[in-house]
């Protein structure tokens, strides 16, 4: 076992480091003034809570100032057991946008935090339900900013949100980050990259994806069970049975049709450098759909981003899970200067030109 003198000498490298990364390797000097982007003690915020099916959903809407009426952004998680502020994660980011004007709404997904239910017996259309029914409480709420209220999500959001704002005839903006179109693309590409990550050669790859296509055929198949999957699974630490139902029932996902359809102004964004979501291919599909839907819609792959849009030379990983603690430190230190240069406000500056539009 290391002596505490050398576990303190440890330490004080990755101190080092990541000092070292803050005041030389990131431009601009930017060590620890992010730090304040973890507090929201002095925004105006306000407790709302709305019901979707048997479930009460709690969140909080966070305004720039107490006499706002301009623009408000719902924020739509991703996957996992989500809270309102992601473990403070989405902190800097809410910060980011109050300080250019936007309100936030988000709450915690069901089963989470303060609110009941639970969001792994869900589908997407049940996500895109209770992200409708969450408009219309802020619309109700918040009756000053009624015309500019819109949706701000990531990842599984490009499932949620298109559907979402389909049965929305007043809502004002969708801006999709890193929305995946496909959910078995998705897996597809998700798998390579850690096969990559493991000096997986490409033809192991293949067959390893062709391998799971067979055995997902078997496992998802309609009359198909968690006991079929624990039967069929290698896998030494297997889904536990809500969450392989959960994947069942939202295995066939895919936005296309909903994209087709959508009539709200839509910014679409990417990191180049996503590890989750193919950015390249699923950016093209948008562009081909939404382009000429209308004349606000964009799309953007940002150069030498992440799946968050953080910045891929600092923080690029699947899982953030992952993250090693010394990463950890430096987001926290970054705050919303983690991100690549340009995300907020190009998210703000086209929120904004949107609901300015007559």
């Given at each position: 076992?290391?002596?505490?003198?050398?576990?303190?000498?440890?330490?004080?490298?990755?101190?080092?480091?990541?000092?070292?990364?803050?005041?030389?390797?990131?431009?601009?000097?930017?060590?620890?003034?992010?730090?304040?982007?973890?507090?929201?003690s002095?925004?105006?915020?306000?407790?709302?809570?709305?019901?979707?099916?048997?479930?009460v959903?709690?969140?909080?809407?966070?305004l720039?100032?107490?006499q706002?009426?301009?623009p408000?952004?719902?924020?739509?998680?991703?996957?996992?057991p989500?809270?309102?502020?992601?473990?403070?994660?989405?902190?800097?980011?809410?910060?980011?946008?109050?300080?250019?004007g936007?309100g936030?709404?988000?709450w915690?997904?069901?089963?989470?935090?303060?609110?009941?239910?639970n969001?792994?017996?869900?589908?997407?259309?049940?996500?895109?339900?209770?992200?409708?029914?969450?408009?219309?409480?802020i619309?109700?709420?918040?009756?000053?900013?009624r015309?500019?209220?819109?949706f701000?999500?990531?990842?599984?959001?490009?499932?949620?949100?298109?559907?979402?704002?389909?049965?929305?005839p007043?809502?004002?903006?969708?801006?999709?980050?890193?929305?995946?179109v496909?959910?078995?693309?998705?897996?597809?590409?998700?798998?390579r990259?850690?096969?990559?990550?493991?000096?997986?050669t490409?033809?192991?790859?293949?067959?390893?994806?062709?391998?799971?296509h067979?055995?997902?055929?078997?496992?998802?198949?309609?009359d198909a069970?968690?006991?079929?999957?624990?039967?069929?699974?290698s896998?030494?630490?297997?889904?536990?049975?809500?969450?392989?139902?959960?994947?069942?029932?939202?295995?066939?996902?895919?936005?296309?049709a909903?994209?087709a359809?959508?009539?709200?102004?839509?910014?679409?964004?990417?990191?180049?450098?996503?590890?989750?979501?193919?950015?390249?291919?699923?950016?093209?599909?948008?562009?081909?759909?939404l382009?000429?839907?209308?004349p606000?819609?964009?799309?953007?792959?940002?150069?030498?981003?992440?799946?968050?849009?953080?910045?891929?030379?600092l923080?690029?990983?699947?899982?953030?899970s992952?993250?090693?603690?010394?990463?950890?430190?430096?987001?926290?230190?970054?705050?919303?200067?983690?991100?690549?240069?340009?995300?907020?406000?190009?998210?703000?500056?086209?929120?904004?030109?949107?609901v300015?539009?007559?």
């Amino acid at each position: 076992m290391p002596s505490p003198r050398r576990i303190r000498y440890r330490r004080l490298v990755r101190m080092a480091i990541v000092l070292f990364v803050l005041l030389v390797a990131v431009p601009g000097s930017l060590a620890l003034i992010g730090l304040s982007d973890f507090d929201i003690s002095n925004r105006p915020t306000k407790q709302i809570s709305f019901s979707h099916d048997d479930a009460v959903l709690s969140g909080s809407l966070i305004l720039p100032d107490a006499q706002h009426t301009g623009p408000i952004a719902l924020l739509v998680h991703g996957d996992g057991p989500q809270d309102r502020f992601a473990g403070d994660g989405y902190l800097p980011l809410i910060n980011a946008l109050l300080d250019r004007g936007i309100g936030i709404y988000s709450w915690d997904k069901a089963g989470v935090g303060e609110s009941t239910g639970n969001w792994l017996s869900q589908s997407m259309n049940d996500r895109a339900d209770e992200a409708v029914a969450a408009y219309e409480a802020i619309k109700t709420a918040h009756p000053g900013s009624r015309q500019q209220i819109g949706f701000i999500g990531f990842s599984q959001a490009g499932w949620v949100i298109p559907e979402a704002s389909r049965m929305i005839p007043d809502n004002a903006f969708n801006v999709i980050i890193s929305g995946a179109v496909n959910w078995q693309d998705q897996g597809d590409f998700y798998t390579r990259q850690r096969l990559l990550a493991d000096g997986a050669t490409q033809e192991d790859i293949e067959r390893q994806i062709e391998r799971n296509h067979v055995r997902d055929t078997v496992i998802f198949a309609p009359d198909a069970s968690y006991a079929t999957y624990l039967a069929e699974t290698s896998d030494p630490s297997p889904m536990a049975s809500d969450r392989y139902e959960f994947v069942k029932r939202n295995i066939t996902s895919d936005a296309k049709a909903d994209l087709a359809q959508l009539e709200t102004p839509t910014l679409a964004m990417w990191g180049r450098d996503d590890l989750n979501v193919d950015a390249r291919s699923d950016a093209d599909i948008y562009r081909d759909i939404l382009i000429d839907q209308h004349p606000e819609n964009e799309v953007v792959v940002i150069p030498d981003a992440t799946h968050g849009l953080l910045r891929s030379n600092l923080f690029n990983y699947q899982l953030s899970s992952e993250m090693p603690t010394s990463r950890q430190m430096l987001y926290v230190a970054l705050g919303r200067y983690a991100y690549a240069p340009g995300t907020f406000d190009k998210i703000s500056d086209w929120i904004k030109q949107v609901v300015s539009r007559p």
